[in-house]
T-cell receptor, first 109, second 112 residues
């Protein structure tokens, strides 16, 4: 089983709708969870981080963590064309951060 | 002000050459990293330093040698470059190993 798994996509979502991105991880001891956005040709940019079970909201973004089921998700409300990017899920294991391969999100105008 | 800066942005060189990439952060972070992102966009950690001390050394060929003169700098030297080294190399920093990371703009290395 891969350490951090994401559906590679592309995930196509109409503008204004909710985009839902999912990530599962294998290490039950993981404590820190991150979502990064990466535009083509650019560096990863931190969107959200979450440490506790439940939801964490920041503007149009909501991170959801379920440690029992070992998944973390990112919801983007009122999707905009500028949200089109690759979203990387990252999880800590021991003393390092492991990245998933990313989900390509395409917002349809 | 640039938080994590790395130079050069582009590096085109021939197989067999030796090259270096420099990285500096002005965030006061204790931990710095080097990542490699290949053509399939998979971001993989190579090295991690905490306050100038090597913490993580993944299964990277010993042609790659990181150097941290102080906690604000982490440079990467690569000897005898090979075609498979072509990738984008990202430097990053964080306050500690489980904290959010801030990335530099990347160095696109192309081996001819």
């Amino acid at each position: 089983q891969k350490e951090v798994e994401q559906n590679s996509g592309p995930l196509s979502v109409p503008e204004g709708a909710i985009a839902s991105l999912n990530c599962t991880y294998s290490d039950r001891g993981s404590q820190s969870f991150f979502w990064y956005r990466q535009y083509s040709g650019k560096s990863p940019e931190l969107i959200m981080f979450i440490y506790s079970n439940g939801d964490k909201e920041d503007g149009r973004f909501t991170a959801q963590l379920n440690k029992a089921s070992q998944y973390v998700s990112l919801l983007i409300r009122d999707s905009q064309p500028s949200d089109s990017a690759t979203y990387l899920c990252a999880v800590n294991r021991d003393d390092k951060i492991i990245f998933g391969k990313g989900t390509r999100l395409h917002i349809l105008p | 002000d640039t938080a994590v800066s790395q130079t050069p942005k582009y590096l085109v060189t021939q197989m067999g050459n030796d090259k270096s990439i420099k990285c500096e952060q002005n965030l006061g972070h204790d931990t710095m990293y080097w990542y490699k992102q290949d053509s399939k966009k998979f971001l993989k950690i190579m090295f991690s330093y905490n306050n100038k001390e090597l913490i993580i050394n993944e299964t990277v060929p010993n042609r790659f040698s990181p150097k941290s003169p102080d906690k604000a700098h982490l440079n990467l030297h690569i000897n005898s470059l090979e075609l498979g080294d072509s990738a984008v190399y990202f430097c990053a920093s964080s306050q500690s190993d489980a904290q959010p990371q801030h990335f530099g703009d990347g160095t696109r290395l192309s081996i001819l």
